[in-house]
């Protein structure tokens, strides 16, 4: 069962659609290929790509895209499909957007909440929240799939079963593949209550699941909800929605603000150390996406509640001698700025090293407390300015509730996809670009 926090949305209206990203400086490797940026200070149009539903057609894709190896897009939904369990979707060159695989709970898994990936063969990877059989109270406790492409369509093959104990439940993040072929991922619940990472290792034609880590709260974090990422040294870093300090202010009912965590080889295993633990005050609270790493090994991040306003903030954490460092680049204030960042995967970055993200909530007045922005984080010489790229409105025609984020495609359009609205009121994907095209 999908797990929510504070966000109230309604459902949205009409708009018409373009976005930019782009040049280089060397600092950033962008998640997708990017062209060259365009003046952020040109307020900007959306236009709606595709809107989902009704059934049997995918419904609520809660995560956000993938880019395809020959200019194709995938992605996955909570919701829709046939029976209705989720499906995993694609959107051709053409713009066309077809169910590949519709998800059939049981053992077969259900409810999808994170992004897929592809390996080198154009298979693709990902989680289930649920199903995989009858534990965690009913539902399943989460699968690992995978959906290989053949003559005949997609085929789904579950990797792994998860039984809610010690090997973890609920995976609701996506999973990281290293250059051996090996799956990491992480869990929300199971292992000794907070969760777990895990790797998942080939061995012949099938995969074994090993525990890395099993969280208990404080000190080391509780709950992680996303993707890890990795550095070149094979380290990898993550993020937990609580845990760290004991307490958390203004969030007396969950245990600590949230963590940020490296996982270090050590032969056949890893040792895990928590960098960063979350206060609670201007620096966040609930670091609910994924973390980008540039490649000057600062990472940059999102936490979905706390700053000046309680509304979350954009934060950076950079190495300083042996330690951590964490600055918060900026509070969102909860008005047109946008409020409730909870990318899945996390922000997205161009080669001049500006980010993009999108807010659940906020950007207006429009269903109840705003229907969510598309923003741009621009450094300067006195830090990071934001600037709201599009806002979404009220009505059934551009989407609302953007939970998944961006990505940059080659012409340096923003795509990403919202969780309501739309025509079926069952999501949208969009497009956001500048007035005037990328050069």
């Excluded at 995976?171 to 199971?190: E, N, R």
């Amino acid at each position: 069962m999908m797990r929510w926090y504070v966000v109230t949305v309604l459902f949205v209206g009409f708009s018409s659609l373009g976005a930019c990203a782009g040049g280089s400086n060397g600092n950033f490797g962008p998640r997708i290929p990017a062209a060259g940026v365009q003046p952020l200070s040109v307020r900007p149009s959306s236009d709606v790509l595709y809107s989902f539903g009704p059934f049997p057609d995918a419904e609520h894709p809660y995560a956000g895209l993938l880019a395809g190896k020959n200019g194709e897009y995938y992605g996955t939904t909570q919701g829709g499909g046939n029976p209705g369990d989720g499906a995993v979707y694609e959107i051709t060159v053409a713009g066309k957007e077809h169910v590949i695989y519709d998800f059939h709970g049981g053992r077969n898994g259900a409810d999808v909440l994170s992004t897929p990936i592809v390996d080198k063969d154009g298979a693709l990877y990902g989680t289930t929240e649920t199903g995989g059989g009858s534990g965690c109270n009913g539902p399943g406790c989460g699968t690992v799939f995978e959906l290989r492409p053949g003559k005949q369509g997609w085929k789904e093959s579950v990797l792994y079963r998860f039984h809610g104990g010690d090997d973890g439940g609920s995976p609701i993040g996506g999973l990281l593949m290293t250059k051996s072929g090996a799956l990491f991922g992480t869990t929300y619940a199971g292992g000794s209550g907070g969760g777990v990472v895990f790797e998942m290792m080939r061995s012949g034609w099938t995969y074994a699941e090993k525990v890395v880590h099993q969280f208990s709260g404080s000190p080391d974090g509780l709950n992680p909800t996303d993707a890890l990422v990795s550095d070149t040294s094979g380290n990898l870093y993550g993020t937990t929605s609580a845990g760290g300090l004991t307490t958390c202010p203004s969030r007396s009912s969950v245990p600590g603000c949230g963590t940020i965590f490296k996982l270090t080889p050590s032969g056949s295993n890893y040792s895990y150390s928590v960098i960063y633990r979350f206060k609670g005050g201007t620096d966040g609270i609930s670091p609910w996406a994924g973390l980008l790493r540039a490649s000057n090994g600062v990472f940059y991040g999102l936490a979905m509640e706390g700053g000046s306003q309680g509304k979350g903030t954009a934060f950076e954490l950079a190495r300083k001698g042996s330690s951590y460092r964490e600055r918060t680049l900026y509070s969102f204030e909860g008005g047109t700025d946008g409020a409730y960042p909870r990318d899945t995967p996390g922000l997205v970055a161009d080669r001049s090293g500006n980010l993009y993200g999108t807010t659940a909530a906020g950007g207006g007045t429009h269903c109840r407390v705003g229907c969510g922005t598309v923003f741009s984080l621009v450094p300067s010489a006195k830090g990071f300015t934001e600037h709201v790229l599009y806002a979404f409105q009220r009505g059934t025609r551009d989407g609302a509730s953007p939970f998944g984020g961006v990505l940059i495609d080659r012409h340096g359009d923003l795509l990403g996809p919202t969780f309501m609205g739309g025509a079926s009121r069952s999501g949208t994907i969009f497009s956001v670009c500048c007035a005037s095209p990328p050069q």
